[in-house]
């Protein structure tokens, strides 16, 4: 019993961790984010009366302009690892951007207003500049 009880931690790490990357897009690429995207966190964090690490964050770039996510098809997608998803077609989107940093700094997915309403940080389709439309950014 004793050798069996000793190897549970290790059988529970990788069961974990590999249910921990199901989220991941299988065709996603690391990318180093531009430096726009500190100027964005640092707008971000003001907007929230959050702080957070900006270094700690991950990008991945997804081909295309959607992919699938746990909420549907995404655009985007914040992972409590720190990892965010971006389709490609939005790299350069700053409210696609910093809608999943602000995932980051409140750390957990949902959208509560505040702060991401017009309440808040307007970090929404419906509230960034009376943009609208119907993707999913999770």
Not at 29 to 34: A, D, G, L, M, Q
Not at 101 to 118: A, R, T
Not at 126 to 132: A, D, E, V
């Amino acid at each position: 019993m004793r050798l069996e009880c000793r190897w549970l931690p290790w059988v529970l790490s990788a069961v974990l961790g590999c249910a921990a990357d199901s989220t991941a897009p299988t065709s996603s690429e690391r990318f180093t984010p531009p430096a726009a995207y500190l100027t964005w966190f640092d707008r971000t964090e003001a907007c929230s009366g959050l702080g957070g690490e900006f270094d700690r964050l991950r990008f991945y770039r997804v081909p295309g302009d959607e992919f699938p996510c746990p909420s549907g098809m995404c655009v985007a997608h914040w992972t409590d690892s720190h990892e965010i998803y971006v389709a490609e077609a939005f790299i350069q989107d700053e409210m696609v951007i910093r809608h999943e940093m602000l995932h980051d700094l409140i750390g957990h997915p949902g959208h509560p207003d505040p702060p991401f309403g017009p309440a808040g940080c307007a970090l929404t389709w419906t509230s960034w500049s009376g943009r609208l439309g119907s993707r999913t950014i999770d």
